[in-house]
């Protein structure tokens, strides 16, 4: 069966430093892998995905995430946070040998300070 | 473009009631899928619509139901609502199955409140 686990519920950074937001899935099959972002009252926004191509993989707005099959990781880091970057962040598996719904984590928050 | 818009924005009823949510794909999309995001989880999939026919199903109880029209928009029903159904309903819309490399691309949402 197909689940996600963001290890983090929380995240607190200073504007400047990096962020890691941790991820961890299981799939019984070559999943898909995605990274959501949810402002306050705003719907969710597809920040990158991995399906199977270059295991590195960078998306908007200076994210970027790293697929580790040995460790079943898909962390999203940024080098340098940004106060407009808080928001919650969701991790989400599809298992394509499984059908096409999205498996999504419990998120991440992620708050910035000055 | 136009994203995906879903109606009403905000919704609230009362226990036994029943509520049709909307969803409108992006153009060209064939896909609607619906999901129920409750206050601090993730989204939790309900339903997918491809080409007017249901092609998957979350765990949800009998009382939800979908469908989804020729110009490929959606509705969702719920029946005999029940507080536990207050959430924030989220449609997603993609040119096919969204398998592999296809992306989903969400709408606002639709908040309910069920009092």
């Known amino acids: 069966a197909q689940s996600v686990t963001q290890l983090d519920s929380h995240v607190s950074v200073s504007e400047g430093t990096p962020v890691l937001l941790r991820c961890n899935y299981s799939s019984s099959y070559s999943p898909s892998l995605f990274w959501y972002v949810q402002h306050p009252n705003k719907g969710l926004q597809l920040l990158l995905k991995?399906?199977?191509?270059?295991?590195l993989v960078k998306g908007i707005n200076g994210f970027e995430a790293e697929f580790k099959k040995s460790e079943t990781s898909f962390h999203l880091t940024k080098p340098s946070a940004h106060m407009s970057d808080a928001a919650e962040y969701f991790c989400?598996?599809?298992?394509?040998?499984?059908?096409?719904?999205?498996?999504f984590g419990k998120g991440t928050t992620l708050s910035v300070s000055s | 473009d136009a994203g995906v818009t879903q109606s009403p924005t905000h919704l609230i009823k009362t226990r036994g009631q029943h509520v049709t949510l909307r969803c409108s794909p992006i153009s060209g999309h064939k896909s609607v899928s619906w999901y129920q995001q409750v206050l601090g989880q993730g989204p939790q999939f309900i339903f997918q619509?491809?080409?007017?026919?249901?092609?998957g199903r979350g765990n949800f109880p009998d009382r939800f139901s979908a469908r989804q029209f020729p110009n490929y928009s959606s509705e969702l029903n719920v029946n005999a609502l029940l507080l536990g159904d207050s959430a924030l309903y989220l449609c997603?819309?993609?040119?096919?199955?969204?398998?592999?490399?296809?992306?989903?691309?969400f709408g606002p949402g639709t908040r309910l409140l069920v009092l």
């Open positions: 619509y491809y080409e007017k026919e249901e092609r």
């Open positions: 989400v598996v599809r298992d394509n040998q499984a059908g096409t719904a999205l498996i």
């Open positions: 991995y399906t199977s191509a270059a295991t």
């Open positions: 997603a819309s993609s040119p096919g199955l969204a398998l592999y490399q296809e992306t989903q691309y």
